[in-house]
């Protein structure tokens, strides 16, 4: 029941439920490892009192029955680490099976499987973007990602929107030559109908996966602004929509 809060600059919070009182983490788990870094990217609760928490200096994994952090840097002669260390604020993901995936800017896409939630027994895989080969990860600025079934929905800063079927480990790419308003993806939410509606730095998109086309809003159609911002995005239960940008938030019933 208590709620943690991360901030830009000055660290992790924590309201304590019987207390009501916050508590400041400031970088540190009591004596144990210190925090990655005080620019708060995301919390993610994988189960009850296990945290993500990304950050731009790395990634953490909090075990508050414990009272104990463990750290996941990037460490170049290491290929068992995640590929680089600023954790986006849309890219941190738990799928169905447990595993984590994590977008970095430069750094790629990580996928982190860790049984018994033991950082000691984490096994951790990544793409990359390779110039000569088109299948691969198209931009390795990934901010935002959607798990949806088998397929992983990938967000660049500069790339589009790329889909990777995981059973078959295939990459699939989608630029503004295949309709997108935008190559910015700063969000990717799935409405009840099965439609991916995307926030971006042109407008918002509307992808039908299965014709695999776009249809485009833009200020024009009444959003606060044509562009979007990071990590600014929530699907309600019933199922409406909110997108924040840089002049307001923009919320709708997708059918």
């Known amino acids: 029941g208590n709620i943690w809060l991360g901030e830009w600059d000055s660290g992790l919070y924590k309201l304590n439920k019987k207390t009501k009182v916050f508590e400041h983490i400031a970088g540190t788990f009591g004596k144990e490892s210190k925090l990655t870094g005080s620019n708060i990217q995301k919390i993610l609760e994988c189960q009850q009192g296990y945290l993500w928490i990304g950050t731009e200096s790395g990634l953490n994994f909090y075990d508050t029955h414990l009272n104990k952090n463990y750290i996941f840097n990037h460490n170049p002669e290491n290929s068992n680490t995640i590929s680089g260390n600023a954790v986006q604020s849309n890219a941190l993901i738990k799928d169905p099976e447990g595993n984590i995936w994590v977008g970095i800017w430069s750094g790629g896409l990580n996928k982190i499987t860790m049984p018994d939630n033991n950082p000691e027994k984490a096994v951790i895989t990544h793409w990359k973007n ?19 079934d088998s397929v992983l929905w990938i967000g660049s ?6 889909k990777y079927d995981i059973k078959n480990e295939t990459f699939k790419h989608y630029t503004t030559s295949d309709g997108l308003p935008n190559n910015i993806i700063f969000s990717i939410i799935k409405d009840d109908s099965g439609n991916l509606w995307l926030s971006t730095d042109g407008g918002i998109s509307k992808f039908d996966p299965l014709k695999e086309t776009f249809k485009n809003y833009y200020e024009s159609d ?16 019933s199922g409406k929509v909110y997108f924040g940008g840089i002049k307001g938030v923009n919320s709708f019933y997708p059918d």
Do not use: A, E, M, T
């Open 222 to 237: 009444g959003l606060q602004s044509d562009h979007f911002f990071w990590g600014s995005s929530y699907k309600g239960k």
């Open 130 to 148: 390779d110039p000569l080969n088109p299948r691969s990860l198209n931009n390795d600025n990934v901010i935002s990602l959607f798990h949806d």
């Open 157 to 162: 800063f500069g790339g589009g929107l790329s």
